[in-house]
């Protein structure tokens, strides 16, 4: 069981926005800095979001992160058919003294 | 561009040892710290520890305490994870990955598949 909990599925059609939560504790999302990344299917994740809301270079505008308390949110705009990804967050637990994920979130574009 | 390459797919034996390289291209390994996470097949991913080069200091989560050791080695900047008794459960992918500013995960390896099969 992951410390950091995300809805298994998330669905939209093409063009919709959907979002993804991220839902931890004090220890981690409230204490730190969150950071998203989107993984392929048979790739490595790449960094989507880091600092809760920043986007590396590269990364399209659809992608938007934020963070609330003990809580944090990947939204997708602009629904697109490569979106279609398995997408984890990520913190440091202060309790735990390392890293944790989310357990994923797989979107599919309908 | 920092670029991580690990080793090749590895299969052994309930029991023994493996040993993942993660090779760094860019001149900055010494000073970011490498993470390795891992991914069972059709799971989620799973941190296992990490180290800084520069210092030595190395961090590992509880669940692997004591069956794993992360190392650097400066002169070659290549980062290894070693994990001991294999089992079943340990058949993954396995990810070395750089954190910067100790925040997030910039770069990650291409992955090295690690299958325990008696």
């Known amino acids: 069981q992951s410390v950091l909990t995300q809805p298994p599925s998330a669905s939209g059609t093409p063009g919709q926005r959907i979002t993804i939560s991220c839902s931890g504790s004090r220890s981690n999302i409230e204490g730190n800095p969150i950071s998203w990344y989107q993984q392929l299917p048979g790739t490595a994740p790449k960094l989507l979001i880091y600092?809760?809301?920043q986007r590396p270079f590269g990364v399209p505008d659809r992608f938007s992160g934020s963070k609330s308390g003990t809580s944090a949110s990947l939204a997708i705009s602009g629904l697109q058919s490569e979106d279609e990804a398995d997408y984890y967050c990520a913190a440091w637990d202060d309790s735990l003294s390392g890293w944790e994920f989310g357990g994923g979130t797989k979107v599919a574009v309908l | 561009q920092e670029q991580l390459v690990q080793s090749g797919t590895e299969v052994k034996k309930p029991g023994s040892s493996v040993k993942v390289s993660c090779k760094a291209s860019?001149?900055?390994?010494?000073?970011?710290?490498i993470s390795w996470v891992r991914q069972a097949p059709g799971q989620g991913l799973e941190w296992m520890g990490g180290?800084?080069?520069?210092?030595?200091?190395?961090t590992y989560a509880l669940k692997f305490r004591g069956r794993v050791t992360i190392t650097a080695d400066k002169s070659t900047s290549t980062a290894y994870m070693e994990l001991r008794s294999l089992r079943s459960e340990d058949t993954a992918v396995y990810y070395c990955a750089r954190e910067s500013a100790g925040d997030y995960f910039d770069h990650w390896g291409q992955g090295t598949l690690v299958t325990v099969l008696s």
């Open positions: 180290t800084i080069p520069d210092s030595g200091t190395t």
């Open positions: 600092s809760n809301n």
């Open positions: 860019g001149a900055t390994f010494r000073t970011y710290a």
